[in-house]
């Protein structure tokens, strides 16, 4: 993996930091931003896709002996997808969990 795709990962890595921080929805000051939750979700899920997609395309070309694809790309992409599909899978979790302990609270 050369430097410069390491700097490109650390480099998404920041703005997805600054986006975050920037769509804070209780900052002082500020109207409550309103979030569509479902197209949030909708969003993670298809974004999560995506990489599973791409780590899956970058592996056929590798096997298939692609010359402009290295095995450490391959690998980092694996690793990604593999990444983002447990996040994603314990954020389901959460609100498994969350939605049973409301539907057991009484009204």
């Keep these: 993996m050369s430097s410069l795709e390491i700097n490109q990962l650390l480099q998404q890595m920041r703005d997805m930091a600054s986006a975050v921080e920037t769509k ?3 900052d002082a000051g500020t109207d409550v931003a309103k979030l569509d939750f479902s197209q949030l979700l909708k969003d993670s899920v298809n974004k999560v896709n995506e990489t599973q997609k791409a780590s ?3 592996s056929t070309a590798f096997e298939m002996g692609d010359p402009n694809v ?3 790309e391959v690998m980092v992409a694996i690793q990604k997808a593999s ?3 447990q996040a994603m899978t314990q954020v389901r979790n959460n609100l498994v969990s969350a939605y049973k302990e409301v539907m057991r ?3």
Excluded: A
Aim: proline letters at 7%.
């Design 56 to 58: 899956s395309k970058l």
């Design 24 to 26: 804070t929805p209780f």
């Design 83 to 85: 990444v983002s599909f």
């Design 70 to 72: 290295n095995l450490g």
């Design 105 to 107: 609270m009484q009204v």
